[in-house]
């Protein structure tokens, strides 16, 4: 896998894609195969790319909260295969915030990075205050020798492609929506954590995941998934169906949860890590008059999912999707 770097331990000199790239959409892509798509004795003298910052400037400067698409280390395995080398996080604070466009582009892109070509969206903004636009990082850029390249934003429809298009379809439950405009599956991974043992009780056994806090993660409910355990004899993708949410029966008080239910299945999961790709919402929690008759409903969900899965043609899912690694520290 691609290494995670902050600006010291970059390999330099280096060919840019700035930007979050959360999601890593196709207007992102584009971005990217601005720095990769290069010739090849450009290719020997810089290293393609990518630059973001963490965290996300909001949330240092005005204390918001920014759940990710895809954590820096799932990133790393999606931008393999685009061509980029390295992926190097800028530690975003108060100070690297109170920095100029000009101080930022010569400091931490041209000094630390040693930057022979920049390529961003048109809405990229930079330096103190966002003060800092595309042609003022290719007026600076010029001065500094750098090659700085500018790319359209990406329509689709009446709308361009981005981040927040895809949270939406998430957080409507469109995972269909949501994998279109990524084009690949929306996945996110947890531990296997001890959890109060009323699935087993119900006769349907649960894996309670404990999911990074900053991963974005989509509407409550049951859905039909496909789920990979690392490692083992179990890294091919096994149906399931996943409660996301609370437990509106049994403890309407309890925090929201991610369980997993292996159908057909019977692993020894007790920490280990299971990554979780949702392919359909089957429906919204609610609560039940009793027990049984939530043990009834799991059922009929159970064999929706089952149904689901086994028409899946497979076309957008892989083997085992890889390592997780332990998150940044922040």
């Not at 979050?20 to 720095?35: E, K, M, N, Y």
């Not at 903004?125 to 390249?149: E, K, M, N, P, Q």
């Not at 049951?222 to 789920?227: C, K, L, S, T």
């Not at 007790?270 to 949702?278: F, H, N």
Request: net charge negative; glycine share 8%; proline share 8%.
């Amino acid at each position: 896998m691609i290494p995670l770097h902050d600006p010291q331990q970059a390999l330099r000199p280096t060919a840019i894609a700035l930007g979050s790239f959360d999601g890593l959409h196709r207007g992102h892509r584009r971005v990217i195969a601005a720095v990769t798509e290069v010739q090849p004795a450009e290719q020997e003298l810089v290293v393609p790319t990518v630059v973001s910052f963490w965290p996300h400037p909001r949330e240092v400067l005005h204390g918001e909260t920014r759940l990710r698409l895809d954590l820096p280390e799932e990133k790393l395995e999606l931008l393999e295969p685009l061509g980029i080398e390295q992926l190097v996080l800028v530690p975003f604070n108060r100070e690297l915030a109170a920095l100029t466009p000009e101080r930022f582009v010569q400091e931490v892109l041209a000094e630390q990075l040693q930057a022979r070509r920049i390529a961003v969206g048109t809405n990229f903004r930079f330096g103190v205050d966002r003060s800092g636009d595309v042609d003022d990082l290719a007026r600076i850029g010029a001065a500094l020798g750098i090659d700085v390249r500018v790319l359209p934003m990406l329509w689709d429809g009446a709308e361009r492609v981005s981040s927040s298009r895809i949270r939406r379809a998430l957080a409507a439950g469109d995972i269909q929506e949501a994998e279109r405009l990524l084009e690949r599956p929306y996945r996110f991974s947890g531990r296997v954590v001890s959890g109060r043992g009323l699935g087993r009780q119900l006769g349907w056994p649960t894996a309670n995941l404990a999911v990074d806090g900053r991963k974005f993660l989509l509407l409550e409910g049951v859905y039909a998934a496909m789920a990979w355990c690392d490692g083992g004899d179990a890294s091919e993708p096994m149906p399931a169906v996943m409660n996301l949410g609370p437990q509106p029966t049994v403890d309407p008080s309890a925090p929201s949860a991610v369980e997993v239910h292996l159908l057909d299945r019977k692993l020894e999961l007790a920490g280990a890590r299971l990554t979780v790709q949702p392919l359909r919402l089957l429906r919204r929690q609610q609560a039940f008059a009793s027990l049984e008759a939530l043990g009834q409903q799991i059922r009929r969900d159970a064999d929706l999912a089952r149904e689901l899965c086994s028409s899946c043609d497979g076309s957008h899912l892989g083997s085992d999707p890889g390592p997780v690694l332990s998150p940044p520290a922040t």
